[in-house]
């Protein structure tokens, strides 16, 4: 599933089947923005493996308006900051997978550093 083209048909299948399920993954962040006019809310783009904004194989995973705080990090060494590129063990609650964007929504649980 993690090495599935990011418009798949798999995607909506697994969405669907896992929807408010717990899911768990090794990532990286791709891509981080600000949500709207906010200063500590963003949207953040996840992909899987340890190429952060160089991902190009696997399902685009978006977290959308959480502060870092949401994330809930965990680990020996949590880092002030989050950006592009750091590296995590995902724990999120499925939402759904939005076929025209090629995007699965998902809520952060926890936030492993790795």
């Not at 340890?50 to 020996?76: M, Q, R, S, W």
Request: net charge negative; glycine share 10%.
């Amino acid at each position: 599933m993690l090495k599935a083209d990011s418009c798949d048909d798999a995607n909506l299948d697994f969405a669907t089947g896992y929807e408010g399920q717990t899911v768990a993954f090794k990532g990286s962040i791709r891509h981080m923005a600000r949500h709207g006019d906010y200063e500590t809310r963003y949207d953040f783009l996840l992909g899987p493996g340890d190429e952060g904004a160089n991902t190009t194989i696997g399902p685009a995973f978006k977290y959308e308006d959480v502060n870092t705080g949401n994330l809930n990090l965990t680990g020996k060494k949590i880092p002030a900051t989050v950006g592009v590129g750091d590296k995590f063990r995902f724990i999120a609650e499925v939402r759904e997978f939005n076929a025209a964007q090629c995007l699965f929504f998902l809520h952060p649980v926890s936030t492993e550093v790795r």
